[in-house]
């Protein structure tokens, strides 16, 4: 690309209200240019850095096994409503109506518009397990939008969606989309750190959050540097106790009944193992609909036992709404409690201070009661953890940094599938509702991360893999020295043909202006060519981080950019 027929808009001073070093760089260089508040447009130089993040994450993506699509943004009401979040989801999701007043929004995340593809579209067993992604325009209307586009409310995601037959293909996936984000963060030149995360809005049991190590991160991330302990301090995260198990089928209660469940049998349907089991109250309609209702001593138990349970929405429930989802009969549930969604097509209840008349009415109980028949599970809450505090795998002490999350992955389970009948057709022909993991990549925050983590006082320091070119040919005197035109156009031409992203500065100006315009912009190479040198067939290169530039002869110098 010639600058003369670029578009290069490089600002001396960055608008004042510019708080964070990626953002000014950003304004400065003319990546972006803003429309409103989270609101940017990406500028043809700024574009060709969001593109090359892109590449990546899409190059990794295929190598990984996923199947790209583009889903709608805009997204209709009903479907959020069959999962209940078009309530739960909040003031970030921007809802809008069409013309004939029905109720849409912008989609901040695509869990339901996938499901209710894979519903339609997934019969069999056979077709599992299957991985799909886009790379797509989100809008959440934040808050607080900043620091341009790191937290935007119109941004770009690479977000993927995989479906599974068991909870074992889910983690199997998982682990590959694991090993995936680190091959793109480390690709991309990133010095990044993968931690244990909460599940936050999208629900969902196991997840990891990549931090791109940065001290202006907004998230503060507790690390163990004697282990690869690591988790985001918004985490309280359960750890299972040790725990000596009854004797398999011994009945704590001793309340037998027609309908009793082992514990192993519950584990199994709960996919969870049995020492996260708390003391379980199975209740069985007719048509198959059970509730787990799970009694501690205090509301604490409930909580931790949830959070055991990979619940990520702990609410309390009237009792009017508990009878509802459980169809117990009145009278059998105390007057407080807690609800849950766990489990395909079953609801789940956690109740505290359950006032128990059912045990009559058929109901039973069957499994333990952790803090009563074995220790109380502990939640690792680092909340409020300070470096020096002991690690919660007991393997040293914790450390503290900044990040930047700039990638999350979720174990979902069945938290969408269920509640949208995502199911397939086992080997047996049998009903069964998809497990499903999904995956998050901010690729526009990407670009402000990485400048975060790539700058100096003059600019940007981006590596080859994210810069807007690799390499810059910067002639002195092009409109006036004929020889000086011929040598920077011959040049030009064999690195593009070569196939490298080459910018030739062909202005009409002084070598500072060019100089400066070149750095801040973060070119990783940049080849000056003069009249002087071209006496001795020696033209200057210099690296962008190098201290000085060097003499090079021209015949050589491919190999310093190459
Ligand atoms: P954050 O904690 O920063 O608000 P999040 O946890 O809400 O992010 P996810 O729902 O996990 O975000 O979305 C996946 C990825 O999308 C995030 O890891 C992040 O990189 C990116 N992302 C989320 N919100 C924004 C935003 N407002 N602007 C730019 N990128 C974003
Ligand atoms: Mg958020
Ligand atoms: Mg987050
Ligand atoms: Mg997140």
């Not at 997204?75 to 029905?102: C, S």
């Not at 518009?113 to 959440?140: C, G, H, W």
């Amino acid at each position: 690309m010639r600058v003369s027929q670029f578009f290069l808009s490089t600002l001396k001073e960055a608008p004042a209200e510019a708080e964070l070093v990626s953002h000014r760089l950003m304004l400065r260089a003319g990546f972006i240019k803003r429309l409103g508040s989270g609101l940017y447009t990406w500028m043809p130089l700024g574009l060709r850095v969001l593109r090359k993040v892109e590449a990546v994450v899409r190059e990794e993506m295929n190598r990984a096994g996923a199947l790209e699509l583009l889903m709608p943004a805009v997204q209709p009401a009903e479907l959020w409503q069959e999962t209940g979040r078009w309530d739960k989801f909040g003031p970030q999701m921007l809802k809008i109506k069409d013309r004939h007043e029905r109720e849409f929004c912008f989609g901040p995340t695509h869990e339901e518009v996938i499901t209710d593809m894979a519903r339609r579209e997934i019969k069999s067993y056979r077709q599992l397990p299957l991985n799909f992604y886009q790379i797509q325009t989100k809008f959440r209307d934040e808050i607080r939008p900043r620091f341009g586009v790191m937290r935007a409310r119109e941004f770009m995601m690479k977000d993927a969606y995989s479906f599974h037959t068991d909870f074992a293909s889910l983690q199997q996936t998982y682990q590959v989309m694991y090993a995936a984000y680190s091959r793109i963060f480390t690709r991309l030149g990133l010095e990044f750190r993968a931690v244990a995360a909460d599940t936050g809005a999208i629900g969902g049991s196991g997840s990891h959050e990549f931090h791109v190590l940065a001290d202006s991160g907004e998230d503060a991330i507790a690390y163990c540097p004697d282990s690869d302990y690591a988790a985001n301090v918004e985490l309280a995260e359960a750890v299972a106790p040790d725990a000596t198990l009854p004797e398999p089928g011994q009945d704590i209660n001793k309340v037998a009944t027609p309908n009793q469940h082992s514990i192993e049998e519950v584990a199994a349907f709960l996919n969870l193992p049995v020492t996260q089991l708390v003391k379980t109250l199975v209740v069985e309609q007719g048509d198959g609909v059970v509730a787990l209702l799970v009694r501690g001593d205090h509301q604490l138990n409930e909580i931790k036992a949830a959070k055991l349970l990979g619940v990520d929405e702990i609410r309390f429930a009237s009792d009017a709404e508990v009878r509802e989802v459980t169809g117990c009969a009145p009278g059998s549930i105390g007057p407080v409690g807690l609800t849950v969604r766990v489990v395909a097509d079953r609801s789940v209840a956690v109740m505290a201070d359950f006032v128990c008349g059912a045990n009559e009415a058929g109901y039973h109980f069957t499994g333990v009661n952790f803090g009563r028949d074995l220790p109380l599970p502990e939640v690792a809450d680092i909340r409020n953890a300070v470096a020096g505090d002991a690690s919660p795998d007991g393997k040293g002490v914790l450390a503290m940094c900044r990040g930047i999350e700039v990638g999350h992955i979720f174990q979902l389970r069945t938290n969408y599938s269920a509640p949208m009948a995502c199911q397939y057709l086992d080997e047996q022909g049998k009903t069964q509702v998809a497990e499903m993991g999904c995956y998050g990549i901010g690729v526009s925050r990407i670009v402000a991360a990485a400048i975060e983590q790539n700058f100096d006082a003059r600019g940007m320091t981006l590596p080859v893999a994210l810069a807007p070119f690799s390499i810059a040919i910067v002639p002195v005197g092009y409109q006036k020295s004929e020889q000086v035109r011929e040598v920077a156009d011959k040049l030009y031409a064999e690195l593009v043909a070569s196939g490298i992203d080459v910018l030739l500065d062909d202005r009409n100006e002084r070598p500072g202006v060019m100089f400066a315009d070149m750095e801040l912009i973060g070119m990783p190479h940049r080849v000056v060519i003069g009249e002087r040198g071209l006496k001795d067939g020696m033209v200057e290169y210099q690296g962008r981080t190098d201290t000085a530039a060097t003499s090079v002869s021209l015949l050589d110098i491919h190999t310093h950019v190459m």
